[in-house]
């Protein structure tokens, strides 16, 4: 899901929906959610016509962190039987900076992606076991 400039990190608007289909009394739990962002726009100079541009996207980037840090901080401390692991990926600059319109440089965005997967591998590795524990359990 993506909500594009409504919802740029739509975690709150996916757990919700997830409640409404499946509320707890449903006996269905979620056991882990895994939010995915396009990186952190780079900041650099764009000159005096850039500014609005170069504060609209901070303030995006911002959004999209506070989101994940507020959605964290809410689900926590959640119960036993609404709890789930939550993870934010979020590549940072080296992504973003690479437009989705440019398939091109595909092996720009490859490299970009692996070398934030190798610097991330205790967050990857703990992401893979939840989701192999939940697929044990089914």
């Known amino acids: 899901m993506d909500g594009g400039l409504r919802h740029?990190?739509?975690v709150r608007a996916l757990y919700d929906e997830?409640?409404?289909?499946?509320?707890?009394q449903s006996g269905r739990k979620i056991g882990c959610i895994i939010s995915i962002g396009a990186g952190d726009p780079p900041l650099h100079a764009v000159?005096?016509?850039?500014?609005?541009?170069?504060?609209?996207?901070?303030?995006?980037?911002?959004?999209t962190k506070q989101t994940a840090r507020e959605f964290r901080?809410?689900?926590e401390h959640l119960p036993p039987a609404d709890g789930f692991k939550y993870f934010r990926l979020?590549?940072?600059?080296?992504?973003?900076?690479?437009?989705?319109?440019?398939?091109?440089v595909f092996d720009r965005l490859t490299g970009a992606t692996n070398d934030y997967l190798n610097d991330s591998k205790?967050?990857?590795?703990?992401?893979?076991?939840?989701?192999?524990?939940?697929?044990?359990?089914?």
């Not at 997830?18 to 707890?24: F, G, L, Q, S, V």
């Not at 992504?95 to 989705?100: E, R, S």
């Open 8 to 10: 740029n990190n739509p």
């Open 18 to 24: 997830a409640r409404r289909i499946w509320p707890t």
């Open 47 to 63: 000159g005096k016509r850039g500014k609005d541009l170069l504060q609209a996207l901070v303030k995006i980037s911002t959004d």
């Open 73 to 75: 901080n809410e689900t």
């Open 90 to 104: 979020n590549a940072g600059p080296a992504v973003a900076a690479i437009g989705l319109e440019e398939w091109k």
């Open 122 to 138: 205790n967050v990857m590795d703990d992401c893979a076991a939840c989701l192999g524990g939940l697929a044990s359990e089914s």
